[in-house]
T-cell receptor, first 111, second 110 residues
Framework: DARVTQTPRDKVTEMGQEVTMRCQPI?????VFWYRQTMMQGLELLAY????????DSGMPKDRFSAEMPDATLATLKIQPSEPRDSAVYFC?????????FGEGSRLTVL | RKEVEQDPGPFNVPEGATVAFNCTYS??????FFWYRQDCRKEPKLLMS???SGNEDGRFTAQLNRASQYISLLIRDSKLSDSATYLC???????????FGQGTRLTINP
């Protein structure tokens, strides 16, 4: 049963710490998205990649966020330094021909 | 103006009722449209695509109005299990960039 896998599922950290979230897309899917979801803003697109190349990261605060795909099986989203306003659920999604599949999300709490 | 806008609700309707949501989009070049469903503390999952001619899947009907730039979702004979948040999705940039609305929360009451 192919699925998108995200780690960690839950992360509590203190302001100023570095946070790295990882995503394993479905094998064969060549487009990978990072979204952030909060009650106030809903699902916001942070960045997306096609064939591992970044296509659009305009939704991401550049000074502290970075997204990469070091290989086809791994996408990472890094926040350094983290701030309380970064608290949210971060979803990774991969897309093959058609439907977008989401991972279960990484719930981040920055104290 | 947000690229995709939805009434956040909440909508509270009795079981068996018919309920409809609309979603408006700002970019007339938008190419593809979808409805996703998200249960509490879960990830979004595809409910149905929205085709220009409209489409139906059981109790669910989706329609697209390109002239007025909105899509709609109609749920007939609603069930308790339909309680969820319904997210409207629009694709931009050559169908590569998927933008979500904020979602409409629906609660079906017994």
């Amino acid at each position: 049963d192919a699925r998108v896998t995200q780690t960690p599922r839950d992360k509590v950290t203190e302001m100023g710490q570095e946070v790295t979230m990882r995503c394993q897309p479905i094998l064969g899917h060549n487009t990978v998205f990072w979204y952030r979801q909060t009650m106030m803003q809903g699902l916001e697109l942070l960045a997306y990649f096609r064939n591992r190349a970044p296509l659009d990261d305009s939704g991401m605060p550049k000074d502290r966020f970075s997204a990469e795909m070091p290989d086809a099986t791994l996408a990472t989203l890094k926040i350094q330094p983290s701030e309380p306003r970064d608290s949210a659920v971060y979803f990774c999604a991969s897309q093959g021909p058609g439907e977008l599949f989401f991972g279960e999300g990484s719930r981040l709490t920055v104290l | 103006r947000k690229e995709v806008e939805q009434d956040p609700g909440p909508f509270n309707v009795p079981e068996g009722a018919t309920v409809a949501f609309n979603c408006t989009y700002s970019n007339s070049a938008s190419q593809s449209f979808f409805w996703y469903r998200q249960d509490c503390r879960k990830e979004p999952k595809l409910l149905m695509s929205v085709y220009s001619s409209g489409n139906e899947d059981g109790r669910f009907t989706a329609q697209l109005n390109r002239a007025s730039q909105y899509i709609s979702l109609l749920i007939r004979d609603s069930k308790l299990s339909d309680s969820a948040t319904y997210l409207c999705v629009v694709t931009l940039q050559g169908a590569q960039k998927l933008v979500f609305g904020q979602g409409t929360r629906l609660t079906i009451n017994p």
